[in-house]
């Protein structure tokens, strides 16, 4: 790194760039949550089931984010681990109201964890309980019990409800994240 | 039994997603379904609950983890799927569900047709009986007759009824019923489902039915009409179908007494003739596997040559298919009942996979796509209890240790390794044939001979050894020091586990005017089994020459004989 770019990295005028992972099972709202995270004049109307997967890019608070929506379903649930090495953030979403396949997550995020490129480094991790607006939906704390994630003490992690097709509980979820990533990279 | 190793080392390939011991559900495995029966890609449990007896039996609709709906059945369903009849969109499909003579089809859990298979004149005698409006004695009597003759199954419901009545509640019911015609209903036994025209997920299909009056129908989905209709030769208790109706399909059919049938192309073919009675079938391309009772899961060619056979861990009580394409395994899920509760092999052709316990044993199981995931294995116990497992994705049933088939090859086809006549043995029978008075004279004095050396050797025998049959013991002897005085040690042991000699005594048979022993007679204490007595007595050399000495063990007959070659003893005593 050189003087220049330490100076302005500290004078805060460079561009920040983040590349995040989006992760969790099909039918969940990755592509949702993403789609409503990006500024108004690129968002799709449609959402389709994500295939391999596919890049996006949205701003918050000055830092840019370079999101991989991976897809969620289990014949492209093998991609992910090759994503793990470069990200520097993960972003976990659950479908809260899918109970059958709470069991499934767990075992998708206890594989992640447990991922040499994952498990030694400082990656934190969002997770989205989406879909809060359903009857039968879990509240956050019963998800976040449901997938152990009081076990994990070595990552920042932080969990919140949300409902992507309104944007409710975003914000909250990505600020934290913002904070999080600007932290490790000072 | 290495397979099984494996599969146990292996980590679990199943999530436990779901489990309800208190579903309290009764059910068997051609009562339950899945399918996406509102069309929004969130596939549905559906299972018709017999109940426990007592109140109504009921279709269930579960989704993901709850149940989404119950409707009340008025009959006990032999059969329900979960099949395509139109093409609209959205694409929903149909329940059908066989009960008695009908076919009941629902959509979004709402009656939407039901189907009544056509009725079957009676016997002309027995429409003839109802008309002539005679008393009810003599009506009763009548058909108890024709009851006798062509069978009381073969009844019309009426004449059963009438027959099963009290006797004072007939005359109403002949009243009530005697302007009615005569007219037979047949019950389903058993319906399956094959695609029509596509071989799509979601691609109309056609409801194949067996009958108890030996038909097989085939129904038309889009319009519920009859399309074809088959005699066969059993009334099958089990159904397996193959292929696409417009194209080729075959269809496996399963008797009460143990007889597989398969019908292809309008003919009704016998393919096997099980020794014991068959519990599930699955129909496969080439051939078809079949669990029965004593025990065992088989495999047959569709032409009806055996292939492999295993033996179960357990008596069996369901089969299912678990097809696997990302993995390129098609297996078959055995629930047995086992001593210590239940368990789910899973086999691949003969070979074991992976097996799981369950704490009951499992009565009915479905295989595919539930809620969002696509291998899900539900079960219900013989207890009641509901249970979900979701395939890992990075589940692996091992990929290698294909145990070798156990293939039940023909005995004409196993071929002798007989080697070409040699000019030696042509060259011996030709002698034998020319010389044969001679060989035979030949062969009679050999076995003469062979006779005599054996008689020989038992006369030998019989003078040189003591045959007792139950005295065994054993005789050790020991000579001590350097002479002219020496010391004879003997060491007597009893190797009769079960008897103790009495009144034995010891001697020995010697030149006296080599030695001189100082006791010649020496009595032998009880010879308890496994105790070793020591006996010891001395010997002074007279002369300085070696002479072997005998000695005798004897009761009331002599038991046992030893010879001890006594020392050359260095000097005299003088």
């Known amino acids: ?186 | 039994m290495a397979s099984l190793r494996i599969s146990l080392s292996m980590q679990q390939p199943w999530i436990d997603a779901y489990s309800d011991p208190k579903a309290e559900i009764r059910t068997f495995s051609s009562c339950l379904t899945l399918g996406d029966l509102n069309g929004d890609n969130e596939y549905k449990l559906i299972l018709a609950d017999l109940g426990s007896g007592s109140g109504h039996v009921k279709l269930k609709v579960y989704k993901g983890t709850s149940l989404s709906s119950e409707i009340v059945l008025l009959d006990f369903p032999s059969a329900v799927v979960s099949i395509y009849t139109d093409t609209n969109e959205p694409r929903i499909p149909g329940l059908a569900v066989s009960c008695g003579c009908h076919v009941l089809v629902y959509r979004n859990c709402r009656p939407y047709f039901k189907f009544c298979m056509p009725s079957i004149e009676a016997s002309s005698l027995e429409a003839d009986l109802w008309r002539q409006k005679s008393q009810t004695t003599q009506m009763v009597r009548l058909l108890q007759e024709l009851a006798d003759e062509i069978g009381y199954s073969n009844l019309s419901a009426p004449s059963q009824t009438l027959l099963a009545l009290e006797p004072n509640m007939r005359d109403e019911f002949l009243n009530k019923n005697r302007h009615h015609l005569i007219k037979k209903q047949t019950v389903i036994t058993c319906m399956t489902a094959i695609k029509k025209s596509l071989s799509d997920e979601k691609s109309v299909s056609c409801i194949i039915l067996a009958t108890e009056n030996y038909q097989v129908f085939i129904l038309d989905p889009e319009a519920f009409v009859i399309m074809d209709k088959f005699p066969v030769p059993c009334v099958a208790s089990m159904i397996s179908a193959l292929g696409l109706y417009a194209v080729d399909y075959r269809v496996l059919l399963a008797s009460r007494a143990g007889k597989i049938f398969l019908l292809k192309a309008g003919v009704t073919v016998p393919v096997a003739h099980l020794a014991s009675h068959p519990v599930g079938l699955i129909l496969h391309t080439l051939s078809f596997t079949i669990a029965t009772m004593n025990g065992n899961l088989q495999s047959y060619s569709t032409k009806g040559i055996k292939q492999w056979s295993t033996t179960l861990p357990g008596a069996p009580v369901d089969v299912c298919c678990v097809p696997l394409q990302g993995l390129a395994l098609n297996l078959v899920a055995v629930s047995v009942s086992t001593d210590s509760g239940g368990s789910i092999l899973l086999y691949s052709g003969p070979q074991l996979m992976h097996s799981f316990n369950t704490p009951t044993p499992v009565s009915a199981l479905v295989f595919g796509r539930y809620g969002q995931e696509e291998h899900a294995l539900c079960s219900v116990t013989t207890g009641g209890a509901l249970s979900v497992k979701l395939l890992k994705r990075t589940a692996n049933f091992g990929n290698g240790e294909k145990a070798p088939m156990i293939s039940g090859s023909q005995p004409h086809n196993i071929k002798l390794l007989v080697p070409k006549k040699t000019r030696l043995f042509v060259e011996q029978t030709l002698r034998e044939r020319d010389q044969c008075r001679e060989m035979h004279n030949w062969f009679q004095k050999a076995w003469l001979d062979l006779g005599v050396s054996v008689s020989e050797a038992y006369l030998n025998g019989l003078r040189s050894t003591s045959v007792c049959e139950r005295e065994s013991l054993k005789l050790t002897a020991q000579v001590l020091g350097l002479g002219p005085r020496l010391k004879i040690q003997l060491f007597l042991e009893n190797l009769a586990p079960d008897y103790v000699p009495a009144g034995l005594a010891v001697t020995f048979l010697y030149d006296p005017k080599l030695y001189t022993i100082h006791k010649t007679y020496i009595p032998v204490p009880m010879l308890v089994p496994g105790l070793t007595v020591s006996l010891e007595t001395l010997v002074t050399c007279e002369l300085g020459v070696a002479s072997p000495l005998q000695v005798l063990v004897f009761a009331s007959r002599l038991l046992l004989t030893a010879v001890i070659n006594m020392p050359p003893a260095t000097a005299t005593l003088v």
């Open chain 1, 1 to 186: 790194m050189g003087l220049f770019d330490k100076l302005s990295n500290f004078l805060g005028l460079k561009k920040k760039e983040v590349k995040v992972l989006v992760v969790g099972l099909n039918n969940s709202g990755k592509s949702t949550i993403i789609n409503h995270l990006k500024s108004d004049d690129e968002k799709s109307t449609e959402i389709v089931p994500t295939i391999g997967l596919s890049v996006e890019k949205f701003k918050n608070q000055k830092v840019y984010f370079t999101a991989l929506d991976m897809s969620g379903q289990g014949r492209y649930r093998d991609l992910w681990e090759h994503y793990y090495k470069e990200c520097e953030g993960i972003i976990f979403v659950i479908d809260s109201s899918d109970r059958l396949r709470l069991a499934v997550a767990k075992e998708e995020l206890d594989m992640l964890i447990q991922h040499p490129d994952v498990a030694g480094r400082f990656v934190p991790l969002l997770f989205f309980a989406n879909k809060m607006d359903l009857r039968d939906a879990l509240s956050s704390v019963k998800v976040a019990a449901a997938l152990g994630l009081e076990k994990l003490q070595d990552k920042p992690w932080h969990i919140c409800s949300s409902n992507a097709v309104t944007g409710e509980g975003l914000q909250e979820g990505v600020h934290w994240f913002t904070q999080q990533v600007c932290e490790s990279m000072r």
